[in-house]
């Protein structure tokens, strides 16, 4: 085979093989589609509070109303939490009035779900509901009197926070 073969036998390889990373990275691509016209690719990292949160590439966090969305696709499943108090894990995908849940085979309306994010790994996890209680335990320190500290080096401190003398 000819020298001048072999290199365009290597360059339609090499142009097929980019053009296939060029097609696998898009592909990989959230898409927000607006009301305008205006579309916006990149990772959608939440929807909560009337708002959907894109990562991008090119300009990093953008926050848009989702009374200005009329599409969206995402590559990956979200944890939604519906406003019905329903947990499903889903990739969507159509118009806002009725997004197709991919995996459920159902779909839902943009405006019913009230809070979608993305797991680290994509994993399913639950939302809390409106109805979580959230609860900490803490204990506060034992009160210091002022003027032990102003006689005690600051090395001594979270000694004397435990027995209250310097």
Known sequence: ????????????????????????????????????????????TSIAGGKVVVQTEYAGKITAGLDKVARIKTDAELNLLTSGGENLFSAIDGEAAA?????????????DVS?????????????????????SQQRSPKAIP???????PPSRWREMSKTNTC
Do not use: Y
């Open 115 to 135: 809070k979608a994010t993305r797991s680290a790994g994509g994993q399913r996890s639950t939302l809390p509901t409106g109805n979580t209680k959230w609860t």
């Open 1 to 44: 085979m000819s020298m001048f073969l072999r290199m365009t036998r290597w360059r339609s390889k090499s142009a097929i093989l980019l053009l296939e990373l060029a097609l696998a990275h898009t592909a990989q691509a959230d898409r927000v589609e607006f009301t305008n016209g205006d579309v916006i690719t990149g990772t959608v």
């Open 146 to 152: 002022t003027t032990a500290t102003s006689r005690c």
């Open 99 to 111: 997004l197709k849940l991919s995996s459920l085979n159902r779909d839902l309306a943009l405006a």
